[in-house]
């Protein structure tokens, strides 16, 4: 939850002064730890030890792949590892200096040698093998020959894979190997040049960068959730939350290749209702009918400026799926409305009827004048759906990352009547009960709530209520793990200072107890295709404890459900399905692809490929569409639903396609076994 608090700085910032120069980094951290040690919900107490946590982060951050820096920087590094809080104690602001000047020579001894390399062959004869490596066995160059010869390999490697790329018959590729490579190579280096001169000459330069990066080290120390923003990242922040904009609905960033990368599609945008689009999905060119944008050495900035244009309302993007698959899809700005998010009620049809309503996040519309959000979405879906007489409804929280927790208390009121719904602590304390105080409930028939692994925040704030409540059976895998809650602080009155999105308050359930760092556990747990993946808040460095607090209104809970009886049948369901089997199998296989390192092979083209088309078909195998698996429920619209799809082609098609998919779902599908369970067993 984001909360903007237009504070005094009377109510958090001490008046301070700077010891030696009356600079504006040593303004920005000096008045990050006042605002730190105020608001924090649990400030790290300046010692040695939170020293040595921010020096971690902070050369993380500078060099997350170990790309640059030496051992003997390191070395010269471990100097500050314990004098960071003695730096910040004292505004001591000198020590920024020696990383920003490394940091630049490393770029610039990285961008000289790719120089040199367009000059010099390159070695695709077998005696360079390759590997797969996971981020955790990275390590530094020993010395400048050892980077000089992992940037020779990285750059070879990215060569053949560039021409297998563009050209998928080896034997073609061999008989013109030299012109072929020439090409690439001058390609491949430049882009590699591209993405360093970017770091150097980008607003600020590598000084930004560096200092940034140490702020973001000192924020992020207190924990994951808390970050720091100069005036333009908050401006770029707080766009990308609101909705009431015409766009596409993509934001985009750039990878490590220096490619410009999908890194979320917007719930309720063009994008989003095309269905095509997915994170990580690479964007090579868009067209605007006249001119094509091919996407090569650019910034991710020049990306946002383009496809914001005005007269950009319809542009075709040239894109590369995950399995290298590329399609062309032509796409529409379309005025992203919270009020019109993509939520939509559908009936399972069985014995009985079922309701089904996926929830993408828990929006809300505080700029519009009649400040609907998802609360008043669903209660307009649950009315339709409850006059087709359903006798239990199925609501899924997978991937909701969560959104505004003023939604998740009003949800969960919809379906209680009256009584509290979560605890809030503030960082003194002083314990808040957040209440339901509307008598009766909206809905009242059994629920089934699927969740998993990215069920985040808000979504575990509903789920936990719901479960406490023993209003739902919650169904999937253990959620994420936030129970906290953030605002945005300017550090200053001079906002040129920048701000920061700190966490303030922790949130509890109502029976005292906390899924922080834990995640909501599901009554009914299925197989998990991210199961053992580090992907929970408790995997963060410095997540916040699991703690509990005092209970000073309790909630009456609804009769207990059947739970024992419920997940044995569920159990003994799962453990014979060809599907959920499948899921284990390809869990295993994406955790070997992602945390374990791969098998070693010559850098040769041949031998390249092959381990290209052996990735590319685990990849498959674990992203392999639905479009051939039975239908396994039958879904339809509601009666309203459908008589507005009459006079829209267009949705209706899309329309379509989801019932498709959602009926080939095996999670939707257990669920509603669970529901038919549930419901029959009371």
Avoid: W
Avoid at 154 to 183: H, M, P, Q, W
Avoid at 295 to 309: A, M, T
Avoid at 578 to 607: C, D, H, M, Q, R
């Amino acid at each position: 939850m984001i909360r903007i608090l237009l504070f005094s700085l009377f109510f958090f910032v001490s008046y301070f002064g700077f010891g030696q120069k009356d600079t504006l980094f040593c303004k920005q951290v000096t008045a990050l730890k006042s605002v730190i040690e105020t608001n924090h919900f649990y400030p790290k107490t300046l010692n040695d030890s939170t020293s040595k946590s921010i020096y971690k982060l902070f050369i993380k951050a500078l060099d997350t792949d170990k790309d640059y820096f030496l051992k003997s920087d390191i070395s010269n590094f471990n100097t500050d590892a314990l004098l960071f809080d003695n730096y910040i104690e004292e505004a001591n602001c000198e020590f920024i200096d020696k990383y920003i000047s490394v940091l630049k020579q490393k770029i610039e001894l990285s961008i000289s040698k790719l120089e040199t390399l367009k000059t010099k062959s390159l070695d695709y004869s077998g005696t360079v093998t390759l590997q797969h490596t996971p981020e955790k066995f990275y390590t530094y160059y020993k010395d400048e020959a050892a980077l000089e010869k992992g940037l020779r390999k990285r750059i070879s490697y990215r060569i053949i894979v560039k021409l297998i790329d563009e050209n998928t018959d080896i034997a073609i590729i061999k008989s013109n190997f030299t012109t072929l490579e020439k090409e690439a190579k001058q390609i491949v280096i430049e882009n590699e040049i591209c993405l360093l001169n970017e770091l150097i000459n980008k607003d600020g330069g590598i000084s930004r960068v560096v200092k940034s990066a140490f702020l973001n080290a000192y924020v992020k120390v207190n924990d994951p959730n808390s970050t720091f923003f100069n005036s333009t990242e908050k401006l770029t922040y707080q766009n990308r939350l609101s909705k009431n904009q015409m766009s596409f609905g993509i934001i985009t960033s750039k990878n490590d290749n220096g490619e410009i990368a999908i890194a979320q599609v917007i719930p309720g945008s063009a994008a989003f209702d095309n269905g095509k689009f997915e994170k990580d999905d690479i964007i090579q060119s868009i067209s605007n009918g006249q001119s094509v944008f091919t996407i090569h050495c650019v910034s991710n900035g020049e990306i946002e400026l383009y496809l914001n244009k005005e007269e950009h309302k319809t542009l075709t993007f040239s894109i590369k799926k995950k399995n290298g698959m590329l399609l062309d899809i032509k796409l529409t700005k379309s005025n992203i409305k919270v009020e019109d998010n993509a939520i939509r009620g559908y009936i399972i049809k069985d014995q009985s009827n079922y309701g089904y309503i996926k929830i993408p996040s828990f929006y809300t519309n505080s700029e519009s004048l009649n400040g609907r959000g998802l609360t008043a979405d669903i209660a307009k879906e649950l009315y339709k759906l409850q006059k087709e007489n359903i006798q239990g409804l199925i609501i899924d929280l997978r991937f909701n990352g969560g959104g505004s927790l003023q939604e998740a208390i009003e949800l969960s009121g919809m379906f209680i009547d009256r009584g509290p719904v979560s605890i809030i602590q503030s960082k003194e304390g002083e314990n808040y009960t957040i209440r339901d105080n509307k008598r009766g409930s909206f809905y009242s028939k059994p629920m089934v709530i699927l969740v998993n692994d990215y069920s985040a925040s808000a979504s575990e704030f509903f789920s936990a209520a719901m479960q406490d409540y023993n209003r739902a059976i919650i169904v999937g895998a253990t959620t994420y793990g936030k129970s906290s809650a953030q605002t945005i602080l300017p550090l200053y009155k001079d906002k040129n200072l920048g701000f920061t999105k700190l966490t303030i308050e922790a949130f509890y359930r109502v029976t005292g107890k906390s899924h922080q760092a834990i995640g909501v556990i599901p009554d009914i747990k299925l197989p998990s295709l991210y199961n053992k993946f580090a992907t929970a808040e408790s995997n963060k460095p410095h997540a916040l404890p699991n703690t509990s607090t005092n209970v000073t209104l309790k909630h009456l809970p609804f009769p207990e459900l059947n739970r024992k009886a419920i997940s044995a049948k569920s159990k003994a369901r799962v453990v014979n399905d060809k599907s959920f089997k499948k899921v284990l199998e390809i869990n295993k296989a994406f955790y070997n692809l992602v945390y374990k390192k791969g098998e070693k092979y010559k850098l040769t083209l041949e031998s390249v490929s092959e381990e290209k088309k052996r990735r590319t078909a685990t990849l498959d195998f674990i992203f392999n569409d639905n479009e051939q698996e039975p239908l396994l429920l039958k879904i339809t619209n509601t009666i309203s639903t459908t008589e507005l799809l009459e006079y829209n082609t267009e949705d209706k098609d899309h329309n379509n396609s989801i019932i498709k998919s959602l009926a080939q779902d095996i999670y939707i599908n257990e669920a509603q076994q669970v529901l038919k369970d549930l419901t029959t067993s009371n």
